[in-house]
């Protein structure tokens, strides 16, 4: 059955009712670049909110290790998916230190699936997202048949402009990897705070 993770959350409220719609996981950006920043010094009421079946997800872009660990200690984070351009020395490091590690990739049609070699030692997860000159995710799809080609045994989220429409494609998506897919932008009603009906929805679907 895929798993969801709904990302960018924000509001202490909203992730309550998120919660509600039963996600595999939520995403919280530590990127202050990102509309949905949650900052470092947060209402710990929005952790809190999480249900404890639900993994929380810390998403950076080329940060400091000691920082990511500060961060996720303080904020009793499960999960890091790194989104820039972090090294599998930096991958391992976090690994060592007890945490799960997402890598994302940002794809295009010329994107060669054997540059993520090196990190499958030091990764427990890898994540697709579409190529874009922006950090920390666009928005945008990418050519979803790119993964006819990939064929490594690492599960991985399917990022990047994913919809409610999009509900029968991702069904079909056939590979043995496909482990979850990351919903964001395209289900909120302002920035960092989500539809609930929309997500409620379009989880029921998904996992039916």
């Not at 351009?85 to 990739?105: D, H, N, R, Y």
């Not at 579409?130 to 599960?155: H, M, R, V």
């Not at 069904?171 to 979850?180: D, L, V």
Request: proline share 5%; charged share 25%.
């Amino acid at each position: 059955m895929i798993k969801v993770k709904v990302c960018g959350m924000c509001d202490p409220l909203n992730v309550k009712e998120i919660g509600e719609t039963k996600p595999d996981f939520m995403g919280f950006i530590f990127y202050s670049r990102s509309p949905r920043y949650v900052g470092e010094e947060t209402d710990l009421t929005l952790y809190h909110n999480v249900p404890h079946n639900v993994k929380k997800i810390g998403v950076f872009v080329n940060e400091g290790n000691h920082k990511i660990l500060d961060l996720s200690l303080r904020n009793g984070l499960d999960i890091i998916q790194l989104h820039g351009t972090e090294s599998p020395v930096s991958c391992l490091q976090l690994k060592l230190a007890g945490l799960s590690v997402i890598k994302a990739f940002n794809i295009d049609n010329k994107f060669s699936f054997d540059n993520l070699r090196p990190f499958m030692p030091v990764c427990d997860y890898f994540l697709f997202d579409a190529k874009s000159e922006k950090q920390g995710g666009s928005g945008n799809k990418f050519n979803w048949e790119k993964l006819t080609e990939y064929t490594l045994d690492k599960p991985f989220f399917l990022s990047g402009g994913i919809s409610p429409e999009d509900i029968a494609e991702i069904k079909s998506i056939e590979n043995r990897g496909f482990f979850a897919v990351d919903i964001n932008s395209r289900f909120e009603i302002a920035p960092g705070i989500k539809n609930v009906a929309a997500v409620n929805f379009f989880i029921k679907e998904i996992k039916n």
